[in-house]
Each structure stands twice: as structure tokens, then as C-alpha cells.
């Protein structure tokens, strides 16, 4: 199929401001018929064509929103682009994140303990010779004693519960646990996307429908199986239709189905027409696979790394240099130390054992935060993409004499903060696709009535009922490469 005669088609397109027909097409380039109808659905994937159907049940196409290009031209170029370098640059800055992320969350915090270990001994053995300098490192020393005990407190009950457990047969079988750097990583950045491989997903989900249902789907399945509005449903199933070779007819009544004839086309046909539409919900993201103990000792690591560098900007921007000779205390002592190695000891340990923690440990809050409130929204939204499908198969399967409050959803995926609100958008999107009569009953209650949706779905199995199955049949073999 050559690009000149795609070009031609839409050319002809431009030409007809109010739509035309394949066979108008074909009048217009002299190509043949079957070739227009070949090029015809993938210039209304490509230029957002829009579908209307005549008395005659011909199928009208037009592009009132222009011949602006989706995939091609300079602004799509740009779009890609600049998508695959975002998403390129946010990959490769999130795994170099991550690595300093773990270095500096657990290098830290042995570092700040081993300072507050050696200053300890080191006042010990200041004091044990020199007992004038008792009174004024006190406060460092008991400091550095606290955090010395912390330590043995931890390290002994750990090991007396788990004494204790397998002495008296508790211990449980656990399973394998991650490894320290994936569980930092789930912590501060979640674990992926549940839903990654969605579209993948949801394309087998259709295809193996239109499988068991001769091939055919009508928009409202289509609606319900991905959770589209109307609109993004129309501009969807051109693509679907264009990428498996499917094409839009008429019933006799002037229904739009969508027709999957190739895709029928297999040497497995034992599957069984399953009653009523698959519904496939998304699964909102978790905030951390990790136990809740686990990140609460993530944060009581980064807590202890955020009071080690206050405690060294502080003690910089308050005492700054210090006389070697009436150095104590934990700060004295690591002045004293960095002074040997460095002309400049206030600088580093402002920059290295102040700045650099304090700010890691904000961000190692921060970011988790942020993305709590990011996911909640993103979950929120999954929940009404889900409740939409929930909602539209329940006004497939019961078009009339409709409540609202029969749209209330026994799944949690599926249940969104605002229901109210979800229920009124839903009938209001379903609306746009056919408008429902509402009446009020004996309690005051609204009730839909989506007539021409039940005549569609009428239409539709009607439509279904008339297909042979054998059409699609691969028959006997009547060539065999090995004879």
C-alpha cells in the first residue's frame, strides 16, 4: 500500500469539508474501492475523525477538528522527543539518586555513631587524666553515653526476644526477606508501577471478547473494557481498529459496530462466549511493600542523621574555632581531629558533617511525602477510572428504569472518595453518547431511561446472530510443507 495513495486519500478528505464516504473517495482519487476502505480508518486514527451514519446506513467520515496530525509534523516530533528525554533523564537521575540516597542514608548514620562511640572513649580517657575538663564536657559525654546505651539496649533486647522465641518454639517462618537497598529504595520511592504492562493487558482483554463474540463490539463495550469517555473511546477504537485491522459498519438500523474479521482467523476456536463484558480494574499503588516497622527504623536512622548534622551546624555557626588546648565534647574533639588533616576545619565540618545531612534527611522526608500525596491523587483518579467501568456496564446491562444509587460499587478499586459526585459524572458521560429520559418516582427519586442504548444493544446481538461462525473457519489443510 503505497504512501502516495494515503496521501491522496486524505487530500480528497480535505477537499470535503462535510465528510464524505469510501466510495465518494474512491470517485475523488480513482483508487479502488477496496483500498480506500483499507487507508480510510487509519486517516481517522491519525487526524481524529469523527463517524456518522446515514439513513442509508452508509458510513459517513469527517475531521472537524482539522488535519492536524497526532504522529507526525514538527509539534508530535516534539512531543516524543521531549517525552523519551524526560523520561530518559528522570530513569537515569533515579537510579543515581538512588544509590546516593542508600550510601549516604546508612554512611551517615555509621559515621555519626562511630564520632559518638569515639568521642565517648576519647572523654573517658581525657577525663581519667585531666579532671578540670570534667565540668565542661559532661553534657557531650552524657550525650555520647545515651546514644552508647541506646545502642546496647537495642542490640540486648534484640537478642534476648530472639532467644527467648526459640526457646519456646515462636519463631515463625518468614519469607525471604528484600534486600537492604531495595527496601531504602521502596521506602523513599515506591515500588513501580502495578500497572505497567496495563495496555498489554487490556488489548488481550478485547481481543479475546471480540474472540468469543464473533468479532464485533459495539462502542459501549468498548467504553466499558478501557474505562473511556465517549469521546477518547471514539479516538481509541479508530486506533484499535487500524492496528487490527478492523473496520466500522452499519447495522441495518443504523448501529456503528466495529468489525474484527482477521482476528477470528485462528486455529484455536474452542473458546466458549462468556456472559456478560469482562471488567478489568486497575490496582491503585502501594505506598511501600516494606513492613511498617521496617520504615520506622529507616526514619529513626535518618532522625538520628538529621540530629548529628543540626548538632554540628549548630555548634559551627555558634562556636565556629576553637582553642585546641580547651577543646571537649564531641564537636571539640572532631575539630580537633579534622584540624590535623585540614587548614580549615570549620568549613568541612559545616559543609560535610552540617549542611550535607541536614539537607539529605529533609529530602529523604520530603520526598517520601510528596509522593504519598501524588499517589493518593493517582490512586483517586485509577479508583474513577474504575468506578466509570463499573458505572457504564451497569447502564449496559440495565438501560432503563435506571437509579443512581444502583451505581455504587461493591469493589474497593473501584470505589472513589466523592461517590456522589463519580455517580452524577457517569450518567452525565453516558449522556453524551445517548441523552436519557429522567422521570422521578413515587419516593422523589430520579430515574434514567437510556431507550436508544437498549435499542442498540439490541441491534448489536441481532447484528451478532446473523454472522456464520464458519465464515471464519480455517478449513481442511490443502498444503503441507512436509507433504
Same mark, same amino acid.
Given at each position: ?12 478528505? +480535505?477537499?470535503?469539508?462535510?465528510? $464524505?464516504? =469510501? ?7 480513482? /483508487? ?10 487509519? $486517516? ?15 458510513? /459517513? ?76 564536657? $559532661? ?22 526476644? !530472639? ?8 519463631? +515463625?517462618? !518468614?519469607?525471604?526477606?528484600? =534486600? ?12 513501580? #508501577? ?10 488481550? @482483554? ?24 465517549? #469521546? ?11 492496528? *487490527?485491522?478492523?473496520? %466500522? ?28 463484558? =469482562?471488567?478489568?480494574?486497575?490496582? %491503585?499503588? &502501594? ?20 540530629? *548529628? ?17 580547651? $577543646? ?49 491523587? +493517582? ?41 456522589? !459526585? ?5 450518567? !452525565? ?9 429522567? &422521570? ?13 442504548? +437498549?435499542?442498540?444493544?439490541? &441491534?448489536?446481538?441481532?447484528?451478532? @446472530? ?18
Amino acid at each position: 500500500m503505497s504512501k502516495s495513495a494515503y496521501t491522496m486519500v486524505v487530500g480528497a478528505f +480535505k477537499t470535503r469539508k462535510k465528510g $464524505a464516504t =469510501p466510495a465518494d473517495i474512491a470517485a475523488s482519487t480513482g /483508487l479502488p474501492l477496496n483500498t480506500v476502505k483499507e487507508l480510510v480508518p487509519k $486517516a481517522a486514527d491519525e487526524y481524529s475523525g469523527r463517524l456518522e451514519v446515514t439513513e442509508s446506513g452508509e458510513i /459517513l467520515y469527517s475531521f472537524p477538528r482539522g488535519f492536524n496530525s497526532r504522529y507526525r509534523g514538527f509539534i508530535p516530533f516534539c512531543k516524543k522527543f521531549l517525552s523519551r528525554f524526560i523520561q530518559g533523564s528522570i530513569t537515569a537521575g533515579t537510579l543515581l539518586f538512588k544509590i546516593w540516597i542508600m550510601v549516604m542514608l546508612l554512611g551517615y548514620f555509621v559515621l555519626f555513631i562511630a564520632i559518638a562511640l569515639g568521642s565517648l572513649f576519647l572523654s573517658m580517657a581525657a577525663n581519667s587524666s585531666n579532671n578540670r575538663s570534667r565540668r565542661g564536657s $559532661a553534657g557531650n559525654m552524657y550525650l555520647s553515653m545515651g546514644i552508647f546505651n541506646m545502642i546496647i539496649r537495642l542490640w540486648f533486647y534484640s537478642e534476648l526476644t !530472639k532467644s527467648f522465641n526459640q526457646s519456646y518454639g515462636y519463631v +515463625k517462618q !518468614k519469607k525471604p526477606s528484600k =534486600p537492604l537497598h531495595r527496601a531504602i529504595f521502596s521506602f523513599v520511592f515506591g515500588d513501580g #508501577d502495578p500497572n505497567a504492562k496495563w495496555k498489554d493487558l487490556e488489548k488481550k @482483554t478485547i481481543i479475546s471478547f471480540l474472540q468469543e463474540h464473533k468479532g464485533v463490539i459495539s462502542l459501549p463495550e468498548f467504553m466499558i473494557m478501557t474505562g473511556l469517555k465517549p #469521546d477518547e473511546a471514539e479516538v481509541e477504537i479508530s486506533s484499535f481498529c487500524v492496528e *487490527f485491522n478492523g473496520s %466500522p459498519e452499519a447495522t441495518e438500523d443504523g448501529t456503528v459496530v466495529y468489525r474484527f474479521d482477521e482476528l477470528l482467523l485462528r486455529s484455536d476456536t474452542k473458546k466458549e462466549k462468556k456472559a456478560g463484558l =469482562p471488567l478489568l480494574f486497575k490496582r %491503585p499503588a &502501594a505506598f511501600s511493600s516494606n513492613p511498617e516497622k521496617m520504615n520506622f527504623w529507616f526514619s529513626v536512622i535518618n532522625a538520628v542523621n538529621l540530629f *548529628f548534622g543540626s548538632y554540628f551546624l549548630y555548634n559551627a555557626a555558634t562556636i565556629g574555632n576553637i582553642n585546641m588546648e580547651a $577543646a571537649h565534647g564531641i564537636y571539640s574533639i572532631i575539630f580537633v581531629f579534622v584540624s590535623l588533616i585540614s587548614n580549615n576545619p570549620l568549613a568541612i565540618i559545616t559543609a560535610i558533617l552540617g549542611i550535607v545531612p541536614v539537607i539529605f534527611s529533609i529530602l529523604f522526608w520530603l520526598i517520601p511525602s510528596l509522593r504519598r500525596l501524588f499517589l493518593n491523587k +493517582k490512586n483517586e483518579k485509577i479508583k474513577l477510572e474504575n468506578f466509570r467501568k463499573f458505572s457504564f456496564s451497569k447502564i449496559w446491562n440495565k438501560p432503563i428504569a435506571l437509579k443512581k444509587l444502583e451505581l455504587k460499587p461493591v469493589y474497593q478499586e473501584a470505589s472513589p472518595v466523592n461517590l456522589d !459526585k463519580a455517580q452524577d459524572m457517569v450518567i !452525565k458521560e453516558m449522556g453524551a453518547y445517548v441523552i436519557p429520559e429522567v &422521570a422521578l418516582d413515587d419516593a422523589k427519586i430520579e430515574v434514567y431511561d437510556f431507550a436508544e442504548l +437498549k435499542r442498540e444493544k439490541e &441491534a448489536l446481538e441481532k447484528y451478532r @446472530t446473523l454472522i456464520n461462525p464458519d465464515a471464519s473457519s480455517l478449513g481442511n489443510t490443502v498444503f503441507d510443507t512436509e507433504g
